[in-house]
Every structure is written in C-alpha cells, then in structure tokens.
C-alpha cells in the first residue's frame, strides 16, 4: 500500500518456506526502512498510519504453519526498533474479497470486503489507533460482489447493478451506512462492455475525469460529463499478456520511513508540497 508518501513493499522469498519481510520506501528521497520479518503466511493484509501515535503499521492475518494451522492478528510497526506483536482482537470470520485492506486516511482505518454467508457482503474495519474491528452495510443490499478503494478522501464501493452501467459509491461519513451517496454511473459501453467487474477499480478523481483501472494492466481516464474515454500509455514498450501491474496512488513527500530527523505529523506535512 502506499501512505503519506511511503510505499509498503512486501517480499515473499520462497513460494514455499513464506519467509516474508516488508519495508517502507520513500521513492522521492530514495530513503528505505529496515525489514520486518513477517514470519507466516499473511492470508489478509494491510498497511497505514496511525496519526494519534504517530506510527506507521502493517496489519496482517497471519497463518502459522503447524499442524494444526492458527490464525492471528498481528501488528507491524515499523520505528527506530521495528515491533511485531500479536493481539488478542480477531478480524469476524468469514470468506475476505481481496488481500489487500484499504486505507482511508481521514479515518486511520483498513478495510475489507467480507462474504457473511447468506446474508451477502459487508465491510470489515479495523482502527489503528484503537487497535480493533468493526463491521458495517454497503449500499447494495443483494449480494453483489463490488470492491471498495478511496476516492475523494473518502471509502467508496463500486458494483455493476446493470448490464451496461457501474455504480459508484461514497461514504460521506465513515461507518454510517445512511451516509452512502452514490457518485457516478459509468458507461461500460466498448471499449469497456468486455471489462470483468473485478478489474474495474476508479482510483482517483481529476477535474472531471476518473481515472479508472480496466485490467491488470491498463488505466483509462473516463469523463464523468460525456462518458468520454481516454487510454493514456502507461509505458512506451510493449506489454506481454503476462505483464500485470499493482496500482497505487502516491503523493511525493519528504516522509522519512527511518524518522531520520523527520516526524510525519500533519504539522509536518502541511510544509510538503505534493
């Protein structure tokens, strides 16, 4: 994931010892964390920063190869002396959409999509200052399987309700379902109409445009006033149908991940120009 600036890279080394470490990357400074030895296999993951402790944190489902296989939550944060501990709060069990948690800033929260058997989807949360879960409703009450990501600072959740559209949703205040206020309508007229749902991912919001990703590895800007659609090239060489991509949005800061003479208060940040 990506925070403040920093990148949180993940390492498997090994498809099967699972010995993972993950570091933090500050790609404008150049700048990198010690590693984390993860440990285990992170079944669900995710990364952000808590604001009131001042502390950035990787949060992960861990299974423990045994034989008799366990789950715990785990927190990594990383500091001068790295820490790794496990806390007795466990996410609600259930089948999660996706590994990777989303985190919305202004909240200090990750978030997952989970599958409540016949009671459809909701969204798992996780505070990072408190350290526990809850659970709320997304806006579509059948079960339809959508995604969540951040779109104007804010947890959003898209889904396709008809054959030739794609909902978008925001969360206008964090963990109130009535608060769910729905955003766009996205035309998957072609070039779109043969998009997988799951593929489909709006990941930020320029003037009137969206910029969305369509597959796993091309973004088209899609223009909420005429539906208009824009393929903008993400590299000049070609792409083998091999070629996948993990897509983040990233502000540059001067973010230290070793808090070299650096703090990440918002004090701070207010100085940085993105």
Known sequence: GSCNGLLCLLEVEGANTRKNRAMLWNPCTGIASRSLEIGGFLSVFGFGYDHVNDKYKLV????????????????????????????????????????????????????????????????????????????????????????????????????????????????????????????????LDPPLDGVRSWYLNPLYVWRNYVIVVVSSSKIVLYNLDDGGIEFPPLDPRPLSNSTEFCFHIYHESLVSPTYRGLRSSSSQMQLIKP
């Open 60 to 187: 992960g489902i861990v299974k423990q190869k045994q034989k008799h296989p366990r789950s715990a939550t785990t927190i990594y944060t990383f500091c001068p002396n790295p820490l790794r501990r496990t806390i007795k709060e466990r996410p609600p069990k259930g089948r999660y959409v996706g590994e990777e948690g989303v985190f919305v800033p202004s909240t200090g929260t990750l978030n997952w999509i989970r599958l409540r058997d016949t009671m459809g989807y909701s969204v798992v949360s996780f505070d990072l200052v408190k350290e526990t879960f809850s659970e709320f409703s997304l806006p579509c009450k059948k079960r339809i399987l959508g995604r969540i990501f951040v779109l104007r600072n804010c947890l959003a959740f898209s889904y396709k309700p008809q054959k030739t559209r794609w909902a978008v949703w925001l969360m206008k205040e964090y963990g109130v379902p009535q608060s769910w206020t729905k955003f766009a309508m996205i035309r």
